[in-house]
């Protein structure tokens, strides 16, 4: 048995352990809701999500999820919480915990989660942040365990800018025991204080050179130019990451089995050509349909 899980802010929070409870609670949720076995075991309880930015996956995975689960999940706009008219976030915490069983935020800063988690007395989770989306690399491991049968011996390159996924995959394809590369131009590198732990606990390498860093992949990865809040510098980005979509001749360096990898939503024709996307549309889509299962497996280790 790992240690019980408080919060879900950031992956780095985590131990090797408590990554692979998540994930085995996972799978055992995704067999039996297969299988028409239902798990009522959040009965009674309610999640708030708070949302201060788009979202189609993360939104109707974390309601569905409750909802399966026996529980309930309220909506929460930013743009209609007091939040958005400058409402602390550490009274929010304060007042939310009173009514909630658990929060999960979708933000700008991570230190909103931070605080959320500081000043509230109830499991926050985070549902992306600029820095961190680690929900999602929770479903990326759960795909690429299902898939592959074990982490063993698996590398994963992810390609293009060094945003909230690169950072959150670094953090925890190592904790898995993976290898990691990044292909990202020198501009757009992850967080240099990941990269250093990366360096130090794992098998980690950061480059331009595309080929290097996808040379022997098991599992390619990718993401948009422009993330949610960088949407004014999209020309400048489509011109800095020219070069790094994920194409057949990029793949070329890959394992002839590589799986290939989306967070979603994809752009067609930029960081990923439509025929490799629909080539790797079956897990690509398995992938999303994860979200809802690991997020499952989080809400029942959280609030239960
Ligand atoms: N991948 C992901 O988080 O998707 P949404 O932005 O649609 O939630
Ligand atoms: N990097 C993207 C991920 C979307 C799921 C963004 O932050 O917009």
Known sequence: MSEPIKHLKKLGDLSTEQIMSILNLADQLKYEQKHGISHPLLAGKTLGMIFQKASTRTRVSFEVGMYQLGGNALFLSSRDLQIGRGEPIADTARVLSRYLDGI??????????????????????????????????????????????????????????????ANSLIVGCIKVGMQVSIACPDAYQPDAGLMAWASQNGQFAVSSDIAAMVKDADVVYTDVWASMGNEGEAEQRKQAFAGYQVNDAVMAPAKPD?????????????????????????????????????????????MR
């Open 104 to 165: 999960m935020i979708r933000t700008f800063a991570q230190q909103e989660v931070e605080d959320l988690a500081a000043y509230g007395s109830i499991p926050i989770i985070n549902g992306l942040t600029d820095y961190a989306h680690p929900c999602q690399v929770l479903a990326d491991l759960m795909t690429i365990r299902e898939r592959k049968g074990s982490f063993k011996g698996l590398k994963l390159c992810f390609i293009g800018d060094g945003n909230n996924m």
């Open 258 to 302: 590589a799986m290939v990898l989306h967070c979603l939503p994809a752009h067609r024709g930029e960081e990923i050509t439509a025929a490799v996307l629909e080539a790797h549309a079956d897990e690509i889509f398995e992938e999303a349909e994860n979200r809802l299962h690991a997020q499952k497996a989080v809400l029942v280790m959280l």
